[in-house]
Nanobody, 121 residues
Framework: QVQLVESGGGLVQAGGSLRLSCAASGRTFSSYAMGWFRQVPGKEREFVASINWSGGRTFYAGSVKGRFTISRDNAKNTVYLQMNSLKSDDTGVYYC??????????????WGQGTQVTVSS
């Protein structure tokens, strides 16, 4: 069983940066791939980024590639999402997820409660 708690969201101007963190409980964190998803009201939750168990493989949604970086520290049971050059379209609730490496929601069995990111233009 893994419990996930996100932090680091907030209000930022367009062009600015934020770093999200997701702290995981449980001793099996390093055995899971981790992902970030985001959702805005009225739309489906969409994939943002994924990282495999070791941190050696990552991939991103096309809309964030080159601006966002996912990383993890298995010693701290934490995964991060560094977000640079933020745009208003990046606004949403960001969710951390644990499961299998991939871009589909169905790959992930564990979810956090989400943290709000608002980008003002």
């Amino acid at each position: 069983q893994v419990q996930l708690v996100e932090s680091g969201g907030g209000l930022v101007q367009a062009g600015g940066s934020l770093r999200l963190s997701c702290a995981a409980s449980g001793r099996t964190f390093s055995s899971y791939a981790m992902g970030w998803f985001r959702q805005v009201p009225g739309k489906e939750r969409e994939f943002v980024a994924s990282i495999n168990w070791s941190g050696g493989r990552t991939f991103y949604a096309g809309s964030v590639k080159g601006r966002f970086t996912i990383s993890r520290d298995n010693a701290k049971n934490t995964v991060y999402l560094q977000m640079n050059s933020l745009k208003s379209d990046d606004t949403g609730v960001y969710y951390c997820a644990g499961g299998n490496y991939g871009g589909s929601r169905s790959e992930y069995g564990y979810w956090g409660q989400g943290t709000q990111v608002t980008v003002s233009s």
